[in-house]
T-cell receptor, first 116, second 115 residues
Framework: AQSVSQHNHHVILSEAASLELGCNYS??????LFWYVQYPGQHLQLLLK??????LVKGIKGFEAEFIKSKFSFNLRKPSVQWSDTAEYFC??????????????FGRGTQLTVWP | ETGVTQTPRHLVMGMTNKKSLKCEQH?????MYWYKQSAKKPLELMFV???????ENNSVPSRFSPECPNSSHLFLHLHTLQPEDSALYLC??????????????FGAGSRLTVL
């Protein structure tokens, strides 16, 4: 089975600081990669996704992520965070083939707290 | 609103009670899911329904019983739960569960507390 690792459980930043959240996955085949975000009291929503093509993908609210296949990584970045970015961020992976086709595996999540 | 509505948002029940969680999607999707979200753990996939047929049961105890009467509605029937079942239960839907490019739309969740 696939696994997704998010090494940072809680990140605390001041506004305007740069952000990078790590995500590594275990599957060696073709993967699709996602970042979801859960703002306090709100539903999980898609932040960005990678299926193919340019490994640098841009999402909503100024977030971007880079797929590095050789490192099995899909790290999330934002050059300057805002207080409103305080939320929990989840990395997720699925594959295009095999017994786990379509099944979405999530990491444990990283809580981001941004101080104004 | 995401197009996926869950009720109730909060539920407190005793271990001998029987209750149900409800999920409704207005997106015209063909697949619906139940996930369990516990603190400090990855989201756990519980069940997947595609066109009202259960296509995955991820070794979930029988005290959780899903029901999908049509492609827009999904229930999770609960009975004789344990305190460790306390969690946020998330419903999600997607257009096609067997596609790798499968983007899920989540509801806000039902916060369950078992006393």
């Amino acid at each position: 089975a696939q696994s997704v690792s998010q090494h940072n459980h809680h990140v605390i930043l001041s506004e305007a600081a740069s952000l990078e959240l790590g995500c590594n996955y275990s599957y060696g085949g073709t993967v699709n990669l996602f970042w979801y975000v859960q703002y306090p009291g709100q539903h999980l929503q898609l932040l960005l996704k990678y299926f193919s093509g340019d490994p640098l993908v841009k999402g909503i609210k100024g977030f971007e992520a880079e797929f590095i296949k050789s490192k099995f990584s899909f790290n999330l970045r934002k050059p300057s965070v805002q207080w409103s970015d305080t939320a929990e961020y989840f990395c997720a992976v699925n594959s295009d083939r095999g017994s786990t086709l379509g099944r979405l595996y999530f990491g444990r999540g990283t809580q981001l707290t941004v101080w104004p | 609103e995401t197009g996926v509505t869950q009720t109730p948002r909060h539920l407190v029940m005793g271990m001998t009670n029987k209750k149900s969680l409800k999920c409704e999607q207005h997106l015209g999707h063909n697949a619906m899911y139940w996930y369990k979200q516990s603190a400090k753990k990855p989201l756990e996939l519980m069940f997947v329904y595609s066109l009202e047929e259960r296509v995955e049961n991820n070794s979930v105890p029988s005290r959780f019983s899903p029901e999908c009467p049509n492609s827009s509605h999904l229930f999770l029937h609960l009975h004789t739960l344990q305190p460790e079942d306390s969690a946020l239960y998330l419903c999600a839907s997607s257009q096609d569960w067997r596609s790798g490019a499968n983007v899920l739309t989540f509801g806000a969740g039902s916060r369950l507390t078992v006393l």
